[in-house]
């Protein structure tokens, strides 16, 4: 080889024990000299697969988002191929259950969820099956569309997930996409907010707390902002000396040893409102499933998960209860959302404080999350 480099035509010609060869003979030379030829090649393919990976998304978005039975047909065809090549695609299942939900009909998504492709289907059918709830079609018509009994396997934890909507859980947003973008999911943002003031600032701070966070606790409660790639989020759970009542909450929580609140002062703007549970859900749900400013979210089957784990995080479920218990104990709790002019706080694109207050006052369970560029 000398000096000259190797070019990509040559390098399938060398031998596979050249390396072997060249090291025992002490030539490092034309080990450097391959590997920079090794570097350089991979350079230029690892580009080219990229380039590939991006029009196959594109491809699948198309055929997603373009209505009609023959254009889910096609998709599920190439998406077959996809798999079997282990063709890296950025349109993963959850993805593209959520744009097939966007776009397609019932009737014209049938063949997604009727064909048993396997393994690589389990995961895109238990998806749709839950995206399809999240827009109002009703779970026994599916199945009796369908004709699959596996359509809903259990995959990811979704079969914990109930298939039928609970109350706080109609009027899910969700984004508007085209071919080439879309419109994401914006939080809710909180109505007729109050500022908190100094009076009831001072009797917050004289209530004693304990802080009982645990880190099983805090994984629940955080896993819309983990999953949503926001910014940064910040939790605490707390228990109080003596029960807290609704109208004491905003000065006590305003109060709290928390990361998200520390600096702030009389003088700095601390606002709440009471909200509902639905209203809790769907920041949660939109929080997850949504693009953050740093990446993309879960989409709606998995973003609809975390929302229920979060809530059952922050109303006290007990480990291991089900949707109806979740339900039942959030349902009893009160809820009230927060903003604050701490340095933690952006007030950029979307923050949000989240309080549950447990039903005999002596429980605070808060969830704080910040997005920003």
Known sequence: MGERRVDAAEIDQVPWDAAEVWG?????????????????????????????DHRLTQVLRALALTPGRQFV??????????????????????????????????????????????????????????EL?????D?????????????????????????????MEHGAPFPSRSYNGGAGIGCPRMSSPVALDAAARGAGAAHP???????????AITGPPEQGNWGAHDVGVFTTERPVTPEELPGVVASLPMECLEGLGAEHRFVFAPCS??????????????????????????????AWWSLAGLAGAQPG???????????????????????????EINDYGIVALAPDGRRIAVLAATDTD
């Not at 030539?27 to 991979?42: N, P």
């Not at 709830?133 to 079609?137: N, T």
């Not at 707390?209 to 994984?219: F, H, N």
Request: aromatic share 8%; glycine share 10%; hydrophobic share 45%.
């Open 24 to 52: 025992r003979a002490g030539d490092a030379a034309r080990l450097t000299e391959f590997g920079d030829a090794l570097v350089r090649e991979r350079a230029v393919l690892h580009k080219r697969l990229r380039n590939l």
């Open 277 to 306: 549970l639905g209203e809790v859900w769907r920041v949660l749900f939109a929080t997850a499933s949504g693009a953050g400013v740093y990446g993309p979210g879960v989409y709606g089957a998995y973003g609809r998960l975390s």
């Open 139 to 167: 779970a026994d018509e599916i199945r009796r569309r369908s004709h699959n009994i596996h359509f809903c396997a259990p995959w990811g934890g979704l079969a914990w997930l109930p298939d039928k909507l609970a109350d």
């Open 209 to 219: 707390v304990a802080d009982v966070t645990t880190v099983r606790l805090a994984e």
């Open 321 to 347: 209860a089900g949707p109806a218990e979740v339900e039942e104990q959030a349902s009893a709790c009160t809820w009230m959302r927060f903003e604050a002019d701490s340095e933690w706080f952006h007030n």
């Open 133 to 137: 709830l999240l827009r109002g079609v």
């Open 73 to 130: 047909k096609q998709l599920l065809h190439v998406y077959r191929e996809a798999g079997a090549t282990d063709a890296g695609t950025q349109s993963g299942p959850r993805f593209l259950a959520s744009l097939l939900a966007e776009a397609q009909t019932l009737e014209d998504l049938l063949p997604v969820l009727s064909d048993d492709g396997g393994a690589l289907w389990d995961e895109l059918r238990a998806c749709l099956f839950h």
